[in-house]
């Protein structure tokens, strides 16, 4: 696969980290205008690090997406006279919509709509994938692409933005669980460095507990909370600060704000 990322930001450069350590490309390309950022990719075989999009197109048959959205359809216009049957175009852009993209290449073309996260880096992300109705064609290689780094889901592209909060904003906020849960570790007496370890990795097992048995996580919770013990002590004094309210309201906060971000861009 011949794959382009034409943005290399922070989600390009953890694309482009994910697809190194698969190995899932023939050759890739990375584009950015200030190239300083990207020296840490010099060395690899078959990387080539640019800022001509033009050449990045022209070389490549799967182009990702990662600009900004007040930079993408610049960006759109400049590539496609370069664009031929080949390509397969990807947009990670938030808020820009099937028919917008198709707005400036056409409806002939594959497009596909990807929003993963930044654990793509590490091959764990939760990418939600949809598609224009040439794209379908394709859809399946795309898949392909994101399942070697983490887990996909084909959705409509109403369900974007939601999976948008959900998925790719989703990161931040499991982050600062994690970074709150590491606080009050500190607090019960241990140093900064193991607080953390036990923070994540109890993290990782609660998740990894619901992946591999397939429960609903209050079923998780009734094993662990010893009648008049101090896990529902705990739990419960977290819903009376709000924990749950203060989540979803957050969610639906950052929901609200992708559709003014989508009116700036009109
Ligand atoms: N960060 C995240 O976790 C996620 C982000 N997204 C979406 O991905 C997109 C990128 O986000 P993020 O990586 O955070 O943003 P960044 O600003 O970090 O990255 C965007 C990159 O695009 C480059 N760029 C701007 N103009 C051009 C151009 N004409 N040609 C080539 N490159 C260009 C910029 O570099 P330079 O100025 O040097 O050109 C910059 O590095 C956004 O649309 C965002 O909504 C989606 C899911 C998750
Ligand atoms: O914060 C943002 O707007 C982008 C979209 C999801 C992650 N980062």
């Known amino acids: 696969m011949k794959i382009a990322i034409i943005g290399t930001g922070n989600l390009g450069h953890s694309i482009a980290k994910g697809l190194i350590i698969d190995n899932a490309f023939t050759t890739l390309y990375l584009t950015k205008r200030n190239l300083e950022s990207l020296e840490e990719f010099n060395g690899y075989t078959n990387v080539t690090i640019t800022s001509d999009n033009i050449e990045a197109t ?141 923070s994540m990795h109890t993290c990782e097992g609660a998740a990894s507990l619901l992946i591999q048995t397939g429960n609903h996580p209050e079923e998780e919770i009734d094993k662990v909370t010893t009648p008049k013990g101090c896990t529902i002590e705990g739990l419960n004094e977290m819903e009376h600060k709000g924990l749950s309210s203060s989540l979803i309201q957050g969610m639906v906060a950052s929901y609200n704000k992708i559709s003014n971000i989508k009116k700036e861009q009109i």
């Open 58 to 198: 022209k070389t490549s048959d799967i182009l990702i997406f990662a600009v900004q959205p007040a930079h993408f359809e610049k960006v759109l216009a400049e590539i496609t006279p370069y664009l031929t049957e080949k390509h397969v175009l990807i947009s990670t852009v938030t808020g820009f919509s099937i028919p917008k993209i198709e707005g400036v290449v056409g409806e002939n073309q594959f497009v596909i709509r990807a929003m993963p996260n930044t654990a793509i880096a590490v091959g764990k992300s939760m990418t939600c994938i949809c598609s224009n109705t040439q794209g379908a064609k394709r859809i399946k290689i795309s898949q392909a692409i994101f399942n070697r780094l983490g887990h996909t889901l084909i959705i409509p592209e109403s369900q974007m933005q939601a999976a948008t909060v959900i998925c790719a904003s989703g990161v931040a906020f499991w982050m600062r669980l994690i970074r709150a849960t590491t606080q009050a570790a500190i607090q019960l007496g241990f140093d900064a460095e193991e607080a953390q370890e036990l």
